[in-house]
């Protein structure tokens, strides 16, 4: 055991501050989905309304809660790029922070092993590349460990400590739908471990749930679905179970290649914390099981490592629990800290990565995106060219341009020059619900489809005639949900019409087109 005296936690903290300093200005770079995002955050504090194309309103991004974050304070600085990273590096500095003041405090005494794991965090490939890239990653790590905090922190009274967590479980949830799966065990655990009735249970999370319930209700008002449109754009793809279950495999197989260090991490927690006498342990290892269960349910992603940071980071809480209070008999030095070593000699080494790095190669439809950006739109990289920024044009745009991959800075750039249509339906709520084009090479999250002429007719000169009746009537219902005035009431009629499940099926069925 090391004695952690003042001078010592001092040093510990400080050199853990600067290590995590130093990561974020080695790799921070921006992901060409970040600036989907960020477009979208333009148009909104500029005035346009949260579009991508002008007068479509459409929820391009899976992420409210950050984009509502990056809105805020873009709309003070006026700045899109800079202001991503700040915001990124203040939520992963603080998460970490957090994580480092709960499990070594002053006077403590810890086992070594801790110290090499805290630390280990830095030879996460996945954790590292994600600390920035501009996307939602970041605000996750702020949230998990703020909830995890609540959840091990005893000092607080157990109606106050109920409200605030069910309020961060709400913000982990509007950071990602997905992550409902995640704490949805632990929710559970609450529930059975307090001593209120189900009444007062419901009662002490009524300020979580509401403001869920306003962001559903403003999304399904607004948007016309209360799901973001990559949600019919990435699910509506028509393959069988087993080549999605595939891609998950091989998702996750990756990560086992390309980042032992994630890798073995979140296996230990996994097992650790189900053999933890702490049920808050266990139903966050739980989730951590539902969670990697819904990657490979869903086919896992074409961004290497990303879906397993949150897990991963959370797997560290779990297992620094387990050392600190001997909590599981699996976990010791003898077994995972020679293994941690091992994958961290072997695995990749994100605090030697520099202004050259650079990686293009794709495996099997799963890239590593920093690598594959980086030269572009790493802060560091010599090469550095962040798009400039336009404002819609207001003027009738009647120029189309079909893109699928890198539609993000693309979009950032040409706003005010074509109407954007992104094939893989992942800006565009009517190609999101057609069909994908069935294609031999496809990949997670790049789900093309063949654009109906008709569509193209329309948006150039606002000409109607689509053969099919039923994609007509689906066109000219969406068309009204997103660009009618908000109050229209025919708009709020069709809203209806398309969250009727059985209505919604009957049009996905619809193959009348031969482009479709």
């Not at 996307?135 to 996750?140: A, C, G, R, T, V």
């Amino acid at each position: 055991m090391i004695k952690l005296k003042e001078k010592n936690l001092i040093f510990f903290r400080l050199l853990y501050v600067i290590l995590a300093s130093l990561i974020f200005f080695k790799t921070a770079w921006l992901s060409d989905d970040s600036f989907i995002t960020l477009n979208q955050v333009w148009n909104f504090i500029n005035g346009d309304g949260i579009v991508w194309n002008s007068s479509q309103r459409v929820q391009a991004f899976t992420h409210p809660l950050w984009f509502l974050l990056l809105s805020i304070v873009s709309f003070f600085t006026k700045e899109l790029f800079l202001t991503n990273l700040i915001i990124s590096f203040i939520c992963s500095i603080t998460s970490i922070l957090i994580l480092f003041n709960l499990f070594f405090k002053k006077n403590s005494s810890v086992p070594p092993e801790s110290l090499l794991i805290v630390f280990s965090i830095f030879c996460s490939k996945a954790f590292t590349d994600y600390f920035t890239s501009g996307l939602e990653n970041s605000l996750s790590y702020l949230l998990a460990s703020i909830f995890i905090y609540l959840t091990l922190n005893s000092k607080y009274q157990e109606r106050l400590k109920h409200h605030l967590s069910f309020i961060i479980l709400a913000c982990c949830f509007l950071n990602r739908f997905d992550f409902a799966l995640l704490f949805l065990p632990i929710t559970f655990n609450y529930f059975k471990n307090s001593n209120y009735s189900f009444s007062q249970f419901i009662k002490s999370s009524w300020i979580g749930a509401t403001i869920v319930l306003l962001w559903l209700i403003f999304s399904l008002f607004y948007f016309g679905s209360i799901f973001p449109n990559t949600f019919y754009a990435k699910m509506n793809h028509g393959y069988p179970f087993l080549s999605i279950l595939k891609k998950g495999m091989l998702y996750s197989l990756n990560l086992i290649q390309r980042d032992p260090v994630t890798f073995i991490t979140i296996i230990f927690g996994i097992t650790c914390g189900l053999n933890s006498k702490n049920s808050s342990m266990k139903s966050l290892a739980i989730g951590i099981f539902f969670y990697w269960t819904y990657i490979l349910y869903s086919g896992g992603g074409f961004m290497q490592g990303r879906f397993f940071t949150l897990i991963y980071f959370i797997s560290i809480f779990i297992i620094l629990y387990c050392l600190e209070n001997k909590s599981s008999h699996l976990i010791s030095l003898k077994y995972f800290a020679p293994l941690l070593i091992i994958c961290a000699y072997l695995g990749p080494r994100p605090i030697l990565s520099n202004s050259s790095y650079n990686y293009g190669k794709i495996r099997k439809g799963i890239a590593d995106e920093r690598g594959v950006y980086y030269q572009r739109y790493g802060l560091l990289s010599k090469n550095r060219s962040w798009p400039i920024v336009n404002r819609i044009d207001n003027k009738e745009i009647r120029l189309t341009k079909i893109k699928c991959g890198g539609m993000g800075a693309y979009g950032l750039k040409n706003k005010d020059s074509f109407i954007l249509i992104d094939n893989c339906g992942l800006t565009d709520p009517f190609l999101s619900r057609l069909n994908v084009k069935e294609t031999n090479s496809w990949r997670i999250g790049h789900l093309e489809r063949v654009v109906p002429q008709a569509y193209l007719n329309y948006l150039k000169n606002l000409e109607f005639n689509f053969h099919d009746d039923r994609i007509s009537s689906l066109h000219s219902m969406i068309s009204s949900i997103v660009s009618d005035p908000l109050f229209e009431t025919k708009r709020l009629i069709n809203i209806a019409r398309l969250n009727l499940p059985f209505i919604y099926k009957y049009y996905l069925k619809s193959q009348g087109e031969k482009t479709l």
